[in-house]
Every structure is written in C-alpha cells, then in structure tokens.
Nanobody, 121 residues
Framework: QVQLVESGGGLVQAGGSLRLSCAAS????????MGWYRQALGNQRDLVAD???????NYADFVKGRFTISRDNPKNTVYLQMNNLKPEDTGVYYC???????????????WGQGTQVTVSP
C-alpha cells in the first residue's frame, strides 16, 4: 500500500511564503510525475504545478513567477515553495504522485490528504 503525507500548510499574510511537502511511503517500485492541485471552497480542483520524472516543471498561469515545484527522488518527496502569496491562493492543497507499487508494477495516481492554506489580506 502506498500512502502520501502532506505537511506545511497554514495561515499567512498576503505577501508571505509557505513551503508544502508531500512524502510517499510504502512498497514503491517507481514514481513518475508529481504535482500539486488546489481546491477553493465551492470550486473544482485545479492544477497548480506538476513536475515530470525528469524534473521538468509545469505551472498554472496564476502561479508563474511566484511558486516553485521541486522533487527529491531518493526521499519520494515533492515540494511546493509558495512566495508572494495572495488571498486568492487560499484553499486546500492536494499533492498527487503517480506511483508504481512493487506488487503490481502498474502506475496509479495517489492523492495526499490535503493541507489548508489560508492567506489573509
């Protein structure tokens, strides 16, 4: 069984910074893409950023220049450094990792439990 554990959310004032982490554990054979999504109250879950197995990042337009995604492959961890936060960045942030378990070798999408980010004006 593969599990993702997120950390790093919280309350911050506009202009501040937060760093989210998401670590995968379990019987992992390989990890492909990793990413972060966010869901504001009443809205759909939107892509914030993702990063390929080769380390190539991709960002939503609304975070370009402010957020940085990175990954530490030996630690099975993806990070999201969020700078110059705005009130509209408020929401629950979910990590996603595409993982092949040792048991099946088939890549499956796993989601973290979500972490709340609140940005006050």
């Amino acid at each position: 069984q593969v599990q993702l554990v997120e950390s790093g959310g919280g309350l911050v004032q506009a202009g501040g910074s937060l760093r989210l982490s998401c670590a995968a554990s379990g019987a992992i054979f390989s990890i492909n893409a990793m990413g972060w999504y966010r869901q504001a109250l009443g809205n759909q879950r939107d892509l914030v950023a993702d990063i390929s197995s080769g380390g190539n990042p991709n960002y939503a337009d609304f975070v370009k220049g402010r957020f940085t995604i990175s990954r530490d492959n030996p630690k099975n961890t993806v990070y999201l450094q969020m700078n110059n936060l705005k009130p509209e960045d408020t929401g629950v942030y979910y990590c996603l990792q595409v993982v092949a378990s040792q048991r099946t070798g088939v890549f499956v999408k796993y989601w973290g439990q979500g972490t709340q980010v609140t940005v006050s004006p």
